[in-house]
């Protein structure tokens, strides 16, 4: 079955290191997002891509950087991690006008 | 994307219709109503979706207005598994899928 996943879940790291968070989906969406959600709070846009080189930055994007070199991979970069960045992190993928479907979460804490 | 409200919280005894009511005064006509809901720190699941007409599907019902500036997610029968956050979300349509978080509903159902 087609499905995206989400790795590492759990990752713990120290400030000022850079992290790589993997998303991988196998339903040859175009479209796929990167979320991060706080304790108590929805979801906030990071970044998204429409397609292979195509990214864009979403509300809170400071921080993190990602690429599109296929269709199927969209990492997320921590450039330089910081404890504010402590959060789950939540990918997701989509054709055009249709649901977006989401990833089981990594759990990242930067100590 | 358009702004939707909703209230922060609901109950529902196990067994009745859960109907959670959304806002969304500012939606535009190509702009789709999405619900998601998330269940403890999983990542969110996506529940049904529409533009005009009433929808339908094996897990609820999506009531639209005829000015399309509110809607009711209807879950015919919930369950004590049924609780969790429900996300509105007013989006997608041109912008190829992107879709603002809100805070959600969070119902509980009880015994």
């Known amino acids: 079955d087609a499905e995206i996943t989400q790795s590492p879940r759990h990752k713990i790291t120290e400030t000022g290191r850079q992290v790589t968070l993997a998303c991988h989906q196998t339903?040859?969406?175009?479209?796929m997002f990167w979320y991060r959600q706080d304790l108590g709070h929805g979801l906030r846009l990071i970044h998204y891509?429409?397609?292979?080189?195509?990214?864009n930055k979403g509300e809170v994007s400071d921080g993190y950087s990602v690429s599109r070199s296929n269709t199927e991979d969209l990492p997320l970069t921590l450039e330089s991690a910081a404890s504010s960045q402590t959060s789950v992190y939540f990918c997701?993928?989509?054709?055009?006008?249709?649901?977006?479907?989401f990833g089981p979460g990594t759990r990242l804490t930067v100590t | 994307d358009a702004k939707t409200t909703q209230p922060p919280s609901m109950d529902c005894a196990e067994g009745r219709a859960a109907n959670l009511p959304c806002n969304h005064s500012t939606i535009s006509g190509n702009e789709y109503v999405y619900w998601y809901r998330q269940i403890h720190s999983q990542g969110p699941q996506y529940i049904i979706h529409?533009?005009?007409n009433n929808e339908t599907n094996e897990m609820a019902s999506l009531i639209i207005t005829e000015d399309r500036k509110s809607s009711t997610l209807i879950l015919p029968h919930a369950t004590l598994r049924d609780t969790a956050v429900y996300y509105c979300?007013?989006?997608?349509?041109?912008?190829?899928?992107?879709?603002?978080f809100g805070q959600g509903t969070e119902l509980s159902v009880k015994p």
């Open positions: 979300i007013a989006g997608g349509g041109n912008q190829g899928g992107k879709l603002i």
């Open positions: 339903w040859n969406h175009n479209n």
């Open positions: 891509s429409y397609g292979v080189q195509d990214t």
């Open positions: 997701a993928s989509s054709d055009d006008r249709e649901p977006q479907y």
């Open positions: 529409g533009l005009k």
